[in-house]
Every structure is written in C-alpha cells, then in structure tokens.
C-alpha cells in the first residue's frame, strides 16, 4: 500500500515538472500581457522583432551552459568566447576568407576552447570554475593582442545582412535559437551520451562503476558550451558588424541566470533544454519593458537580481516539498 | 594463524563435490600502512552456492569486498577466476568477469529514473536516439518478472531506500551477473521488501549465480546461505557448512579474541547525576532512559545504524528531541543549539573525524583552538600569543607527533588526528565528554594513550559517554553499558555482569 501511494506521489511530482514549465511560460506570458495593455510600442512589430533578436543570443548560450551545470560544473569563459570570436571572424572575413570557411574554422576555435576546459578538469584536476575563470581573462587579452585593442569593422554585407533579415516573418536570429535548440533537446533527452551528462552530475562514482566513460562526458559537456558560444560570436559580430574582444561583457552571468531561471539545479542533474530558453527570454523582455516604461537602466540590473533570488527561491521550494 | 589454513574439514569436504570453483583466494592480504586491515586469507567460492560472510564491525569484511571488486588493490597474495589468476586492479575488471556489488547505501543516481539506472552505461540505442519507452517496458517487465510492485518510469530519488536497493539488486542481475555480493542488504528494508530481496537471491542462485552475502543478521544467514566465512579482526577464523553450525558456535567464533591488554581502566567513586535523560526520542532513537555520573563511563554498544550516533547528537543540541525530558544536574533543561549544550559543559567528539571533527585542511593549532576562540578574543582580535600557548600545551600534553602547530591536520596520522580532535575538548573543558568511536582507525599505542585519557578525565571529576562499535573496548571501559539496537536501549549492564556473547546476541537481536 505505501507503494502505491509513493507511487502516486512520484508521477504526481513528474507532473508538477511539467507544471514549472508551464509556469515559466506563463510569466512570460503575463510580462507580455502587462507590457502591451501598458505600453503603446511593446506590441508593434518592431519591438517585438527586436526583443526576439536580443534574447536569442543569450538563449543559445544558455543552452550550452546547461550542459556544463547538470554536470556540476560551470562555464565563466562564455562571454570571453563571444567577444574572442567575434574578433576570429571579423579578422578571417578582412583577410577574404568565405563565409563558410569563416564559419567552420570560428566553431573550431569554440571546439578547442572547449577541450582546453576538459583537458584543464578532467587530466589537470582543475575546478570549473578556476580553468574558466582563467580562460575567460586571457580570451580578453588574446583578442585585444590580435586587434590591438582596436575594434576590425567587417566589410561583407551578405554576412552583416544575416541578422537583420527575417525568414517566414521571424528573424534570422531567432531561427538560429531553433537551429540549436532542437538538436540540442534530443541530445540531451534522447541520446546516450545526454543522459550520461545528468548521470555524471547526479553521482559520479555510480556513472563511473556502471562503465559511463565520464571523462569524455566532461569534455563533451564543456566543448558543447564553447561551441555554442562560438556560433553566439558569429551572430554577434554579424550583428554588430564588427569584431572586438571585449564585447559580449557579463553575459556568462545572464547565461547562468537564464539557466537557473529555467530550472537547471546548480547541483547538478536537474535541468532542461526549453526552460533556459524560456529564461533567456523572459530576462530579455524585463530588460526591454524596463526600456519601454523608461525605467533607469540601473534600475534593471537590480530588478533581474530580485527576480532571480526569487524564481529560484520558489523552485527549491517546489523541490523541497517533493 | 597466519599462514595456516583455516577451512574447517566439513568445508573442504563440500567444495569437493564443485568442479573449478568459480573464485579462490590464496593469501589474499590487505594492509593500510600500519594497519592489518585483512590477515592472509584463502577462501574458495563455489559455483551457484550462497556463502555467508559475518564478523564483527572492522573485522575486515568491507576490506574484502573492495579487493573482489577491485575498488581497492591487495598488497599481496592471489586471486583465481575460474582456475585463472587475475589482477582484480579496477572495478571495471571485476565487471568484466560478472562480479557485481549491492552495497548498503545504493550507489546509483537519482535523479534518474528507474529505468534509466538498470540501463546505466549499457542504452538501448536506435539511429543514436535512446529507445526510451523500450527501456521502460523492458524495465517494468523486468520488475514485474520478479515481484516488485515498483514502476519503472519514476525517478530513483522518490523510491524508497529500501526499494532503491531492491532496484540496484534488478539491475545486477540483469547485467551478466556471475558473482553478486551483497552488504548488508537488509540494512534499510521492510519484512515484504527483504521476502522480496530473498526470493530474488534464490531465484538467481537457480541461474548459477554466486552469491556472497554480507550480514549481522544472523537469522538471515541461516535462512539464505549454503556456507558461512567468519571474519574476525582482519583474520579468517574459519568455514561452516550452514546447516552443521548454529548461532551460538558463530557468535563465539565472531569475537574469540585475543584479548590485547591495552583496556586501561581506573575505577573511581561515582558522583553527582550530570546528565539523566526520561524517555528521550528523536529521529533514529525512541524511549532512552539513562544517566551518566561524575567519575563514571557509560558505554552505549550496538550495530552501526542502531541509533547511538543520533541519541548523544540531540543531547548536543545538534538535533531537536521529539519526546521525553532531559535533566542536567538535576535541572530539566532543553538543549537547543551546540552553543547551549557547550555553555553547560558537554563536549562531543564526534564518529567522524574527516566529516565532523575536524577542518582537515586546516592547521593543527587552529583545529585545537576552534572551540575556544570566543574565550581567548581580546578586543575582538585573536591575540597571537594565546593562541600560540594554548596550541603548543595541548600538543605537549597529549603527545600529538606533527611537525608543529602549523602543519596541516590531513598531514597526521590517523591516532593523532584523534588527539587533536579530543584535544581541542580537553583545551575548552567540560564536565561531561562524549566520545563517538573514539578509536576507529587509531594504533594500538594511540589507542593505549587514549583509554589513559579517559582516565584522567575521570580523575578530574567528569562524566564520559562512549559509544563503540568494538565491544572489548565498550566491555573493558565502561563503567554501565547499554546495549543499542534499531533505536532502542534495550539492555544495561554493570561492569562484565554479562558476557561478550550475551551482549553481542542482544545487540543482533538473536
């Protein structure tokens, strides 16, 4: 009998998931309502066209962050990546290199920031948080030694004109956020190595006594994250039109937060595809509400802090009870 | 000992009838430095039989099943797989072989679901996508084959231990299991779940498994097992076929010692009641009613898990009682914070010293200060000097050998990181000390130096708490001891009024 009232209690809980989900939704949903029955500019095309461009950059990298925290760790270099790339591919696009070649070689470079972060945690034994901290500093300096300190305008309108357009009335941006995202949910829900990276965070010693190669988990985990920082600097500087190191400033931190937002656990093993997402948009339209109702851009900042203390306050709430 | 063989002839008589035994030790011996952890021993394990193994806590059973499941190495000595020698160096060898453990707290995730962890490392793939619902169905068919009504498609984390544990037992059989140790499986489990977990075992003993099941308790082992291995400080004591032993022929081979005569006891005139507790329950202990006196050792000996650990932790204040009263000299008191309990005069070293007793990376006269800091404050500042003194006496006085003040604790031995964590009590003072398994992982000289310890407080006038899972140490100290078991005191002795075998039958619960 108390198995079937545990029972019961846990499909109850798997539902409540879905419930937090929904909730997420829900407060976007609800900023959006307040926001246009307060606002005259919040619904019109163009704002809206320019909030979805604003939150799909914070939204991939808060993808590739995810990965990195279900497995317990941290990634701090992701901005420093952006910025360093956007530096990689305005100089290959001024030195007449295709876009295509552009493209694979900046991913490249992502990939093998990535693997320098495995190799730093998994052979060095470094913490996560050190070995990215320390890439994050030195990614700024490399860049500003490359440009030095200068910022290289890109001069190739196909490119630059990438993130402007729209494609079926939503913006090129945006679809990159499908691009990755759908990819990115059936690895991490439906594939070996995806349920390996929540094995990893929620009992290392387990994984590995049940033959989970952990170590390739790890760097999985960690080249993900900077490959998608990687692509977020080809977008950035298609955006912008420019390369410069220190662009992309404090993003890791909105990344962090659009992660926890969307439900990721801090300690490892519990998180998801689409609720970073939902949390990369839901900071996006609090900061351009806060524009919109001419709120103090400091103001904002402050905002987002309180916001975050309390969504996530109220999740481990949720957990506690469970 | 060492070095004879010590299978009793009924075993080997048994053996001989299997063909190439499916395990066989020869000399397998384990040391951590200075500690025998296991003597050599050689054992065989016969195909398909269930082989009991039982001892006492610290008599080297852990040790064993980390050397077969090659989490550990061996110093020396051999290991035949079927007839072959084998390193047994990693547990992804011994898995290799078939050699699987369920351990007493399950190692498994979860955060994952029950189906997830029986497939863990070994996915049902399809075009690179997992065939989820394949796996569940699978699992759940799996489940339902062996009786457990648990679902497959909940999280691990919202089971039960008990049902967590029959989930990790699944999952070993169905990963090409040959040789399956159990430890202590029972531990957690309710009656239907250990039916449950027992007819699993028989059920696999019919496929040939091997079965290696660790247990104190020894109904079960008379219930399950073909054979029964007895482990005693680190020494293979011998062999039984089950049916031609009984409890009373193990019990005694369990704790027939050599007594080493290193029980420094002084008996002094017992004092003032410090401490009575009436009926006192709280989380993992109900109804305990003793008290301690000045001058006194009361000893509190059972099982781990049986609840002692809990019990001195709510009269520390670290956990709230749910019941029952507390008088401290004779005042009913209600002790609500560590702070509360120490301001009265209780001081409590803690079981573990890595985990609660001290900061390990920390330095040596840090540690033997931490409780004292607020005393020795001058204007808000920790004046050098003081700190300095106070260090330096303590390590004086109990003989810790480091290389000074400033070396770090994880750098000591185990005896004397001991020291320091009953020295940094010594250095605050109280009236009564509580000791958690004060000598576990200790040397013999320590352990010598500790017991004289003991006295001395008792010379000054305290009252000391001892809880041990060693019962010579418990027997030869304590003044009154209390024998512990599932959360309950269920029986006081005076000193040596009863005998290591009725302690130990009533600690089991025979």
């Known amino acids: ?322 | 000992m060492v070095g004879t063989n010590p299978h009793g002839q009924t075993a080997e008589a048994a053996v001989a009838t299997a063909s190439v035994p499916i395990l066989e030790l020869r000399g397998l011996e384990k040391r951590y430095g200075a500690t025998h952890a296991l003597k050599p021993a050689d054992l065989i394990f016969a195909r398909g039989e269930i082989h009991a193994i039982v001892g006492e806590n610290g008599a080297g059973k852990s040790t064993l099943i980390k050397l077969l499941t090659g989490v550990i190495t061996r110093t020396s000595g051999e290991v035949f797989w079927e007839g072959q020698p084998v390193a047994l160096a990693t547990p992804h060898e011994a898995i290799e072989f078939g050699i699987n453990a369920v351990h007493q707290e399950v190692v498994l995730c979860r955060h994952l679901t029950v189906a997830a962890n029986m497939f863990l490392g070994d996915e049902d793939v399809g075009f690179g996508l997992l065939k989820k619902r394949d796996m569940t169905r699978k699992a759940q068919a799996i489940l339902d084959d062996l009786g457990f009504q648990l679902p497959a498609h909940v999280l691990l984390g919202d089971l039960t231990i008990g049902q967590q544990q029959l989930i990790a037992t699944a999952r070993a059989s169905i990963r090409g299991t040959r040789f399956l140790i159990f430890d202590e499986p029972t531990a957690y489990l309710t009656r239907t779940e250990a039916a449950q977990l027992f007819a699993l075992i028989r059920r696999l003993k019919e496929r040939g498994v091997t079965i290696v099941y660790i247990s104190h308790r020894l109904e079960e082992v008379f219930e399950l097992s073909d054979r029964v291995s007895i482990l005693r400080d680190g020494t293979l004591v011998g062999t039984r076929v089950t049916t031609e032993t009984n409890e009373t022929e193990l019990i005694s081979l369990m704790i027939n010692r050599s007594l080493e005569q290193i029980y420094h006891k002084e008996f002094f005139p017992a004092g003032d009641v410090l401490i009575e507790t009436k009926n006192l329950s709280g989380p993992g202990f109900r109804d305990v009613s003793l008290s301690v006196r000045s001058g006194q050792i009361v000893g509190l000996y059972g099982l781990i898990g049986a609840g002692r650990s809990e019990f001195v932790m709510s009269l520390f204040g670290r956990q709230r009682r749910t019941g029952g009263s507390l008088f401290w000299q004779g005042k009913e008191v209600d002790i609500r914070s560590e702070r509360q309990a120490m301001d009265l005069g209780i001081a409590l070293a803690p079981e573990s010293r890595r985990d609660q007793g001290l900061c390990i990376n920390l330095p040596v006269g840090f540690n033997l200060n931490l409780p004292i800091f607020p005393r020795i404050t001058m204007a808000g500042l920790v004046p050098f000097s003081a700190d300095r003194q106070r260090a330096d006496r303590q390590i004086a006085d109990l003989q810790v050998k480091t290389s000074g003040r400033g070396a770090l604790v994880s750098s000591l031995s185990g005896g004397n990181q001991q020291k320091i964590v009953i020295g940094k009590w010594l250095n605050h003072g109280a009236k009564l000390f509580i000791f958690d398994e004060p000598t576990v992982g200790v040397d013999v000289g320590t352990k010598a130096e500790i017991y004289r310890l003991l006295a001395r407080l008792l010379a000054e006038g305290a009252g000391i708490i001892l809880i041990s899972s060693y019962l010579p140490e418990v027997y030869e100290l304590a003044d009154e001891l209390h024998v512990f078991r599932r959360g309950e005191d269920i029986a006081r002795h005076a000193y040596h009024a009863a005998s290591h075998e009725e302690i130990l039958s009533e600690a089991i619960g025979v």
Request: proline share 2%; hydrophobic share 50%.
């Open chain 1, 1 to 322: 009998m108390s198995t079937d009232n545990k029972t019961a209690a846990a499909i109850q809980k798997s539902s409540a998931n879905w419930l937090f989900g929904l909730t997420l939704i829900g407060l976007l949903l609800a900023m959006c309502i307040v926001l246009s029955l307060t606002t005259k500019s919040f619904l019109s095309e163009t704002n809206i066209m320019n909030l979805m461009r604003q939150g799909s950059m914070i939204a991939i990298l808060a993808v590739g962050e995810t990965f990195v925290i279900i497995t317990t760790g941290i990634d701090l270099s992701v901005g420093a990546v952006v910025g360093f790339c956007t530096v990689i591919a305005a100089w290959l696009l001024t030195h007449d290199f295709s876009i295509m070649t552009t493209v694979i070689i900046t991913l490249g470079v992502g990939v093998a920031i990535g693997m320098f972060h495995g190799f730093g945690i998994v052979q060095m034994g470094l913490p996560p948080f050190i070995i990215t901290l320390a890439t994050l500093t030195s990614l700024r300096g490399l860049g500003l030694l490359i440009t030095n300190g200068a910022t290289i305008n890109i001069v190739n309108d196909t490119f630059t004109e990438f993130s402007r357009n729209d494609f079926f009335g939503l913006p090129n941006l945006f679809w990159m956020v499908i691009l990755v995202g759908i990819p990115a949910y059936i690895f991490l829900h439906h594939s070996r190595y995806g349920r390996y990276i929540f094995a990893v965070g929620s009992n290392m010693e387990a994984a590995r006594l049940s033959g989970v190669n952990v170590k390739l988990t790890v760097y999985l985990a960690y080249t993900l994250s900077s490959t998608c920082a990687a692509f977020v600097g080809l977008l950035l500087a298609a955006r912008i039109g420019v390369g410069n190191a220190m662009q992309a400033d404090g993003w890791e931190l909105q990344a962090i937060a659009s992660s926890v937002i969307g439900g990721t656990s801090l300690f490892g093993a519990v998180g998801s595809v689409h609720g970073p997402l939902i949390g990369a948009f839901i900071l996006a339209t609090i900061n351009n509400g806060a524009n919109l109702l001419n709120v103090n851009s400091f103001w904002q900042r402050i905002i987002t802090g309180l916001l975050i203390i309390l969504i996530v306050y109220f999740d481990q709430l949720r957990r506690r009870r469970g």
